[in-house]
């Protein structure tokens, strides 16, 4: 019996994508909804010319359906880290802000100055990070604004609240024991990093 009102899902499927280095194409990385936008984030990988370092990223984010545009901070450029838990493992949190940032097909953002030797790379976690679009000091001074956040409070005429859904971890017990910690809706994508060897000429 669960200790809180999430369940688990037993014998689930592990699921993931693939991220083919050597590949120069836009490579799909995430996807999700917030605001009723559905977006995705896609990747070029770019290696040196023996095609054994890595040297930068460069991200787009695409909406598709939707009222508001989201966007990519500029500080995602500083989110890539080495993962302490999973030996080759890169994760990267996305910076995601609505009516801000940088989306679409001709803008993105780079991060570069990289050097991961390609062989020694295996699983890429994507993670994103959203940021409330009318920060404020007083929750009930966001019912003044021109948009609603929809995603940091719920209204229901003239009561307004916090919602809680965007906690980075949330336990989920079962019998007392932590058994998943949960990071809101939609929120992380797991990768495996696919090298295409070289051809010889």
């Known amino acids: 019996m669960s200790d809180s009102n999430a369940i688990v899902i037993q014998n689930s499927v592990p699921v ?15 996807a999700s909804q917030l605001y009723n936008t559905f977006f995705i984030v896609c990747a070029r990988f770019l290696l040196d010319s023996n095609e054994e370092i890595l040297q930068s990223i460069e991200i787009k984010l695409l909406n598709y359906k939707g009222l508001l545009n989201l966007g990519l901070l500029q500080s995602t450029k500083d989110n890539l880290k080495r993962d302490t838990k999973i030996i080759g493992g890169l994760n990267l949190t996305l910076d995601i802000q609505a009516m801000s940032g940088v989306h679409g097909h001709h803008n993105s953002i780079i991060i570069d100055n990289l050097n991961y030797p390609v062989d020694s790379l295996t699983d890429f976690m994507v993670t994103r990070k959203i940021h409330q679009f009318a920060p404020t000091t007083n929750i009930a001074n966001h019912l003044n604004d021109m948009v609603f956040d929809e995603e940091f409070f719920q209204r229901d005429g003239t009561v307004i609240h916090q919602k809680d859904n965007h906690l980075d971890d949330i336990p989920v017990k079962e019998n007392g024991k932590i058994v998943v910690l949960t990071h809101g809706k939609c929120k992380d994508t797991r990768a495996k990093f696919i090298v295409i060897p070289k051809q010889s000429s």
Do not use: A, D
């Open 16 to 30: 993931h994508t693939n991220i083919v280095l050597g590949n120069q194409n836009f490579q799909f990385i995430y």
